[in-house]
């Protein structure tokens, strides 16, 4: 039982490129998230998901996409990468909306 | 919506010794879950302790324990006989309304242990 995986840990990206971070979980969790973290700051959602086939955004959805295919997985894109997308990247799942989030080991992401 | 506010951005505690992480939250909801994340140098977020909103006891985990008051909306986490092993971030965490749209996050108290 691996939980929250996520790929890759790091990327350098250069402005006006695009990257798809990938999310998996076998804990057969229906509620899937994306997340980012802002150096001195908390997590703000990004993205959210509650089963497949069904995606909304969270508080900073801009200059992102996500998809929901399977239950397993809940990919991010970054479409023309801007140095405000420098940050680290978290996917979480949960059993149930409110409850407790299992969370993956985080993307460090650079723009440059 | 719900805001989650830490007033202290660092607290240093001796080994051994006990040390009190506040955190406050606002929302208008009654039946919520409030969490406390652990996030080390290593990044990972792991879960420290889970509570309840409709449950008056104060959930306990080992040396962690929380102290809830719901009409005060404070939930600060209680670290006993403190280890070197848990130097961290401490992130308070909101999860409420149906929870499809994630958790609501403080901006965290960087704890430092005195060897």
């Known amino acids: 039982n691996a939980g929250v995986t996520q790929t890759p840990k790091f990327r350098i990206l250069k402005i006006g490129q695009s990257m798809t971070l990938q999310c998996t979980q076998d804990?057969?969790?229906?509620?899937m998230y994306w997340y980012r973290q802002d150096p001195g700051m908390g997590l703000k959602l990004i993205y959210y998901?509650?089963?497949?086939?069904?995606?909304d955004k969270g508080e900073v959805p801009n200059g992102y996409n996500v998809s929901r295919s399977t239950t397993e997985d809940f990919p991010l894109r970054l479409e023309l990468a801007a140095p405000s997308q420098t940050s680290v990247y978290f996917c979480?799942?949960?059993?149930?909306?409110?409850?407790?989030?299992?969370f993956g080991p985080g993307t460090r992401l650079t723009v440059l | 919506a719900q805001t989650v506010t830490q007033s202290q951005p660092e607290m240093s505690v001796q080994e051994a010794e006990t040390v009190t992480l506040s955190c406050t939250y606002d929302?208008?909801?009654?039946?919520?879950?409030l969490f406390w994340y652990k996030q080390p140098p290593s990044r990972q977020m792991i879960l420290v302790i889970r509570?309840?909103?409709?449950?008056?006891q104060n959930a306990t985990e080992n040396r962690f324990s929380v102290n809830f008051q719901k009409a005060a909306k404070s939930f600060s986490l209680k670290i006993s006989d403190s280890q070197l092993g848990d130097a961290a971030m401490y992130f308070c965490?909101?999860?409420?309304?149906?929870?499809?749209?994630?958790?609501?996050f403080g901006k965290g108290t960087h704890l430092i242990i005195q060897p």
């Open positions: 979480a799942s949960s059993y149930m909306g409110a409850d407790t989030q299992y």
């Open positions: 998901s509650v089963g497949a086939g069904i995606t």
């Open positions: 965490a909101y999860g409420g309304g149906g929870g499809a749209d994630g958790l609501t």
């Open positions: 804990m057969n969790h229906n509620y």
């Open positions: 509570q309840e909103a409709y449950k008056q």
């Open positions: 929302t208008s909801e009654s039946d919520y879950y």
